[in-house]
């Protein structure tokens, strides 16, 4: 089921409507869709080099609204959509631990790991910081530079190298920016607790 909602969201690049799917996969990825946005953007960026930074700007702004739309459903509609949505996905316990533990420090690292390497899921975040209720406006500056900082990177890279660097991006990206966010994970941990 994964690798065909994958290749079905893979294969939108190659439409006319392909921004519009963009948008659309940016905003539900960012409050309840599985699929990151990134299967979308990569082929469409490389295709076209001279609009990934449009491209970028599109899936910043449709993500960072996406993600406000995640913020209000754990806001005020954790019990009727984000309890259900998150057992969907196999996320509640997960999601509960983080809920009793989190601040708003832990939203801004988790907000920027989830930028870098999709860790934790954004989903997770955004409904996380309407729950605990992170000040909306505070949310929205963070989501703009964590999404847009990600998608504009991107955009950098595939400006620059190229075709080359899909294949980077799409198989060892991922581990380098985990590894990064495991070590501000971890950074966080230490001057939390140490001090």
Do not use: C, Q
């Amino acid at each position: 089921m994964l690798r065909g909602l994958y290749d079905w969201t893979l294969s939108l690049a190659a439409r006319k409507s392909a921004e519009w799917w963009l948008a659309f996969i940016a905003f539900v990825e960012s409050s309840v869709f599985l699929v990151p946005a990134d299967v979308l953007y990569l082929p469409m960026a490389v295709s076209r080099p001279d609009r990934a930074y449009r491209y970028a700007l599109i899936a910043t702004v449709a993500s960072v609204l996406g993600g406000i739309a995640g913020w209000f459903i754990g806001h005020y509609a954790y019990d009727a959509l984000a309890r259900p949505i998150l057992e969907f996905y196999g996320k509640y316990d997960e999601f509960e631990a983080l809920r009793v533990s989190s601040g708003i420090g832990f939203i801004i690292l988790m907000l920027i790991t989830s930028g870098a390497a999709h860790l934790p899921p954004i989903k997770v975040v955004t409904i996380l910081s309407g729950v605990i209720g992170v000040n909306l406006l505070l949310f929205i500056a963070l989501a703009i530079v964590a999404r847009g900082g990600r998608f504009l990177l991107l955009a950098w890279l595939l400006r620059r190298y190229g075709e080359p660097i899909r294949e980077f991006i799409e198989k060892r990206l991922g581990l380098i920016a985990g590894a990064a966010a495991a070590a501000l994970i971890l950074l966080y941990i230490l001057v939390k607790y140490a001090f």
